[in-house]
């Protein structure tokens, strides 16, 4: 009897001091991003139950938006959150100041822009910011093509491309790195991104990176799916394809990268949530120093790359 009556008491006590948490998604659950960030914060917490909203703004119109976040922000009332967490910049941007207003702790991670745009930074929010690691790219394209002169760098148009270029990027399309030319193009659609493939050779590049392209649709306004962005370009450029995302690197897909981890990007923001439920202090916002170096032996292979043994020995190495 004694055994039954501490049982249920462990199971009153557990249900008493979980709390709630909504966690609001800029994009939707299919999205490699979200799928890595997702296992990584779920992996690290624990005590909360957590309500989901998905605002899938890369495949709903700019113009939806606001009545999109207002959505959000009612599934944020009725679920009276004791913290929040918010992923990539359109929710930041979007709630945000609603969320500081109404002072409930928030998290955010994923943001690529400069955080301050979107919201004024109070203590009650904090979180990861994303950046790409594109210094740290070019020198390992120059270990792996040691000829290398020129590099493209391909992406949509959308609003996180042109945060990337802002912060990542110098905000600059047009770089200078490691004695390397480094040229970025915004593309406004499938038709454009398949003649920048196709033509990077003959424009004197010597390696293309691709980034960002979850927002190309084709003439009849269809979405181009994100598998097929990273199939045909693997199959049609000419000349040697990098990555900054873990998952468009392997067989058919990108030779390496010098890679943003959102599985560790998710892992952080829930030790953050986990800190602050702990001592009642906002923990700072935090911002990767650096990422995982990727290698698909295949691709490699099939451009008849020679990966230099220190290289190797850093790198994770997958088909």
Do not use: C
């Amino acid at each position: 009897m004694k055994s039954i009556y501490l049982l249920l008491l462990f199971f009153i006590s557990a249900f008493a001091y979980s709390q709630e948490m909504v966690f609001v998604h800029s994009y939707h659950f299919e999205y490699p991003w979200v799928k890595e960030y997702r296992q990584g914060f779920e992996s690290e917490i624990d005590g909360f139950n957590i309500h989901h909203f998905q605002m899938d703004t890369k495949r709903r119109p700019a113009e939806e938006f606001e009545e999109i976040a207002d959505k959000a922000w009612t599934f944020i009332e009725q679920n009276k959150p004791d913290v929040v967490v918010i992923s990539d910049d359109n929710a930041l941007k979007y709630l945000g100041p609603r969320l500081t207003k109404n002072r409930i702790p928030t998290f955010f991670l994923g943001i690529n822009a400069n955080p301050r745009l979107y919201v004024s930074i109070t203590d009650t929010i904090t979180g990861v910011l994303e950046r790409h690691l594109l210094e740290n790219t070019v020198h390992m394209i120059k270990k792996l093509q040691p000829s290398v002169k020129r590099i493209k760098i391909i992406m949509d148009s959308g609003a996180t491309s042109h945060a990337i270029l802002e912060t990542s990027f110098s905000n600059k399309t047009k770089l200078l790195i490691h004695g390397i030319e480094v040229n970025t193009y915004f593309i406004g659609s499938k038709e454009s991104w398949f003649e920048n493939t196709k033509s990077a050779k003959s424009e004197g590049y010597d390696a293309l990176i691709m980034t960002s392209f979850a927002s190309l649709k084709d003439k009849s306004g269809q979405h181009f799916l994100m598998d097929d962005v990273i199939s045909w370009t693997s199959s049609h450029t000419p000349i040697p394809l990098y990555s900054f995302w873990n998952y468009e690197i392997g067989t058919g897909k990108a030779i390496a990268g010098v890679t943003v981890s959102a599985l560790q990007q998710g892992i952080t923001a829930a030790q953050q949530v986990k800190q602050y439920i702990d001592s009642g202090i906002m923990p700072m916002i935090t911002t990767p120093k650096k990422g995982n170096i990727v290698f698909s032996q295949t691709e490699l292979k099939r451009w008849n790359i020679q990966a230099p043994p220190e290289l190797l020995k850093r790198a994770k190495l997958r088909d």
